[in-house]
T-cell receptor, first 112, second 115 residues
Framework: GQNIDQPTEMTATEGAIVQINCTYQTSGFNGLFWYQQHAGEAPTFLSYNVLDGLEEKGRFSSFLSRSKGYSYLLLKELQMKDSASYLC?????????????FGKGTRLSVIA | DAGVIQSPRHEVTEMGQEVTLRCKPI?????LFWYRQTMMRGLELLIYFNNNVPIDDSGMPEDRFSAKMPNASFSTLKIQPSEPRDSAVYFC?????????????FGSGTRLTVV
């Protein structure tokens, strides 16, 4: 089966930096995605990595190491509105737009 | 664009009743996915379509679940008969087939409660 692991919960302070880790063991790999989901809302796309290295997008960065089956999402200058669940997802195959397999998500609480 | 539109937003039904969830994907997106989200299991893929054709329904829990996509702008997920363990948030998502990231756009979801 496909296995995607993330911590269940994290807490961080407003203004700080937080790193959310994701490890995966899947039958194939064709890209890793991070989504943000506020309580009671739909997941929204944050980032995409298919090659090793760091992708930066404003306060958010995402890193991938394919050899280690590892990714992290880095959030800088945390704001209260960043309190949400963060979902790691992997595309398993390369043939077309095949579905994503999601981890269970990490619930981040930002405190003052 | 109005995004992916799902209806209803909330549904409360009694065990044994039929439930129909609806989804309108983003115009021009030729992939449509149905996911179910629970605290215990997270987001699970139920079925997905490409150009209105079902490609993989191996995630559909059992025969009580069925999904259709009669045209490019409409899909339904039906549960008949419903059971309390079907209580979850059901998301529809759509995606274009071009573009490196192939990211999904999710609808707002339908929160289903079966009592």
């Amino acid at each position: 089966g496909q296995n995607i692991d993330q911590p269940t919960e994290m807490t961080a302070t407003e203004g700080a930096i937080v790193q959310i880790n994701c490890t995966y063991q899947t039958s194939g790999f064709n890209g890793l995605f991070w989504y943000q989901q506020h309580a009671g809302e739909a997941p929204t796309f944050l980032s995409y990595n298919v090659l090793d290295g760091l992708e930066e997008k404003g306060r958010f960065s995402s890193f991938l190491s394919r050899s280690k089956g590892y990714s992290y999402l880095l959030l800088k200058e945390l704001q209260m509105k960043d309190s949400a669940s963060y979902l790691c997802a992997v595309r398993i195959t390369s043939s077309g737009n095949t579905p994503l397999v999601f981890g269970k998500g990490t619930r981040l609480s930002v405190i003052a | 664009d109005a995004g992916v539109i799902q209806s209803p937003r909330h549904e409360v039904t009694e065990m044994g009743q039929e439930v129909t969830l609806r989804c309108k994907p983003i115009s021009g997106h030729d992939y449509l996915f149905w996911y179910r989200q629970t605290m215990m299991r997270g987001l699970e893929l139920l079925i997905y379509f490409n150009n209105n054709v079902p490609i993989d329904d191996s995630g559909m829990p059992e025969d009580r679940f069925s999904a259709k996509m009669p045209n490019a702008s409409f899909s339904t997920l039906k549960i008949q008969p419903s059971e309390p363990r079907d209580s979850a948030v059901y998301f529809c998502a759509s995606s274009p087939s071009t573009g490196a990231a192939y990211g999904y756009t999710f609808g707002s979801g339908t929160r289903l409660t079966v009592v």
